[in-house]
Structures are given as structure tokens and as C-alpha cells.
């Protein structure tokens, strides 16, 4: 592993979006804001290790050459380089990204195509893709130094392996998917499946959340592109590409000592006080068809259907992070979020009081740590997820409270923390209404006994782990391959 000056090695993270997205506030100026999402909170645990540099896209469109050189100098600080990505953006994101990939890769199957509409088709969004991966490329060029190394990350850049090896096949190149990848009889209705998988063959190693997730790699690239599935990885034409697992963690000392601060404790307060004779029953999801919002509220109503006692016991805080607002998938779960919303609140509420707080929002970090202090259950329902690092956040803020951490099976996190957990299959109202009703009736001591467990797991499995066994793993990949040449 190449080192610069400064002593840690280098590595290019590449994503589609920055740690934080920019808005514009003038001519020459922009306010930069923390990016959502579980991948953005994961490598941020990493960055520190190496001079890393990192990237993706600013998150908004820039037309002019003043301002993107502006936002350029701006990011420049955070160590940060933006991909303009503005005349593909709508057909690479909106379209084959999260409209057809996304739902992919979480057993949702594909949309129906417009056939009324050019610039809805499955190929003019594929080739939009493929250019903006291309873009990627240019810009990964443009700061390149020999000796890096270049990690790759999410089905947003399926291409960008197979385009650095073709530009230098000596970089040493990671891949890793922060989603599941679904089952070969899923992955298989995808029109451009062998190129795809091909693609990201190119890299010399490939790092997957879960074992589940690495074994449905593998077994499509064997029912697929008939490839040899071997202990390390695949094996397609003579090139082996090594295939690990590697659950990603969040960085755990961020969340304890932010909720140690005078002005965290004082919000805490404040909400307890809000709440005050009432349990509370946190959700934290971008606001997503994966994330299952609504089998959420149908298993929150059932419990209050089944449990009258508790009606006036206990509120639903939902914290539904806005995302993806173009994409019509989204926009209809949206809608049917907010329906179910007014109906429970309509069957349940009273003037003086909602059993469900339903908030379009991202709320800022220190108030996020205070609500995940305060919660007594914490309710991730995700109908499949890479992994859901919400739940590790929520016992990393538990030191205190020793809440309980209510899971769905298909969240990579239920592998993880499914010991300590109550898991659910989110689809089943009546699962979800009976873990609700357990998780706040549990005595405290059988509470203590599973945060233990739990809070054990996520200190020691934390991003920094997570980010130092994928990188030595790269390198010792790349010395066996370089090895292979010279044979
Ligand atoms: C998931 C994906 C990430 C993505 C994040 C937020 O965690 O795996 O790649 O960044 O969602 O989604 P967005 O589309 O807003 O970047």
C-alpha cells in the first residue's frame, strides 16, 4: 500500500453522493449539509485512517462554470470532488439507479415500462447510466496519483470497476454493495444482468453486508454468466474475483458522547417531559417503500386494536426522512404513509393527544441522539435492507435507558443484532403488534441482558473495523492477483 507524505495510505472513496450535499446561498457561496443515508454515516467512521479523498455527487444541479468552481473550492476544504452530473441526472438516479435497480436489489421486481414516453425506457435510462459511470471515471483520471487505491461503492457504480481496470488494470480496485443483493431468480429478470455482474467481476474484491447477500452474488454469477463459484470468491473466464463479507458498523463513541452533552440532556428533558406518562416507540426510516412505514403503522394499529389499555399509554414517534421525491414509487408511498397516518390517528386520537407523530424530516444530529435516548422501543420494520445502521445508532444511545430494539428479519442488521433484538417478519401485523406489546412490558432486567448484548456487538463491530478489514483485505487481494501475473 502506497503512503503519501503524510504517512496514511491513500484512498479514493467513490460514491455517488459527497458526505454532504450542497445548497446554494449566492453567487460564490454554499452551505453544506451532512448527506442522509447509512452508507454516508458508515464511511465516515473510516475517513480518518487514510488520506482519503472522496468522490460523488454535490447533490444539486450547477450550470454555471462560476458556480461549480466555486462549489469545487468549497468542497475542496472537506477534502471532497464533485461529479457534475447534471445531463444525466434525472435518467441515471431517478431512472435506472432507484427505479430500477434499487427496487431490484430489494426483491421489488421491475416497473412497468412506458412505452408512451422516450425518455422512460429501460435503455435511454441504461445508457444514461452507463455515461454517468463514465463520469465518474473522468473525474476519478483527473485526481488519480499512482498507488491509490480506489473503493467503489453501491449499485450506483456497477460499471466503474470494469472502466478503471480498462483505463489502468493496475489499480487496485474495492467494490462494495451497501444494499442485499436479491436472490439469481430475482436478479435474472434485469435486461442487462451478465454485463452487470461482469462489470463488477472487474474488481479485485467484492465486499457484501451479509453472508446471505454474498452467497446470492455468487450463486447468480454461477446461474448466470456460468461462472465457478470457488472458496474465495468467483472464478469467470481464468479471473478470480474474491467475494467477502463485511457488516458494516457506525462509529458508536460519536452517539455516546453527544448524548453525554449538557445541551443533548437538556433536550432530552424537554422530550421527556413532552411525553411525560406516556412509553414512546421510535421510528427513523428515510421515507422509503423498503423501509416499511406502512406495515409499520398496520402492526402499531393492530396493537392498538388488541390493546386498549394502552391507548392512552403510548405514542408512535415517526421521523420519515424525505428522499428520492422523484421517483414515482416514492411519491405513492408517500401518499399511502400519510393515509394511514390520518386513519390511526382518526380511529385512536383525541384532542389532547395523537398515538402517531408522523414528521417529514430530518431532525439534526444531537436532537436525533436525544430521541434515540429517550425511546423505549425503537421500531425498524424494513421489508429488506443492506443493513440499517438506525438500530445501531439506537442502542449506541441506550447506555442510560436499556431500551428495546424491535427488528425486522430482512434488515442485514437482523443477523447482527438478532440476539438481542425481538425480531419480526414486518408483513405479519400480528408479529409486530405482539413484539410491540412485549417490548414495552419487558422487565428490566431481561432488558439490560439484551443491550448488553447488542451494545457489545456494535462497539466492536464499528466502522472503523468494517473500513480496516475491507482495506487489508484489498491489499493482500491485490498482492495473490499481481502474484497470478507474474506466474
Ligand atoms: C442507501 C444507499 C446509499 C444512499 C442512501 C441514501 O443507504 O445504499 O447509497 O446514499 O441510501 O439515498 P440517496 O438516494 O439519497 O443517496
Redesign the pocket.
Known sequence: MKVSCGEKPRLLVV???LPVSAKRTGENSWSLEM??????SGLLGVRAQFDTKWIGWPGVDVYDDVGKKSLCSSLAEMKCIPVFLEEVFDQY?NGY??GILWPILHHMGLPQEDHNDRNKTYQTQYDAFKKANRMFLDVIKENYEEGDIVWC????LMFLPQYLKEYNSKIKVGWFL??PFPSSEVYKTLPSRSELLRSVLAADLLGFHTYDFARHFVSTCTRILGAEGTHEGVMDHGKVTRVAVFPIGIDPDRFINTCELPEVKQQMNELKERFAGKKVILGVD?LDMIKGIPQKFLGFEKFLEENPNWRDKVVLVQIAVP??NDVPEYRKVKAQVHGLVGRINGRFGCVSSLPIHHLDCSVNFSYLCALYAIADVMLVTSLRD?MNLVSYEFVACQEAKKGVLVLSEFAGAGQSLGAGALLVNPWDVIEVSSAIREALNMPAEEREKRHKVNIQYVKTYSAKKWGDDFMSELNETFSESEMRIRK
Open positions: 460514491a455517488n453522493r448527506s442522509p443515508g447509512g452508507l454516508v438516479y439507479c432507484n461503492h453501491d449499485y450506483h451497501h444494499s428515510r428522499t428520492r443492506g
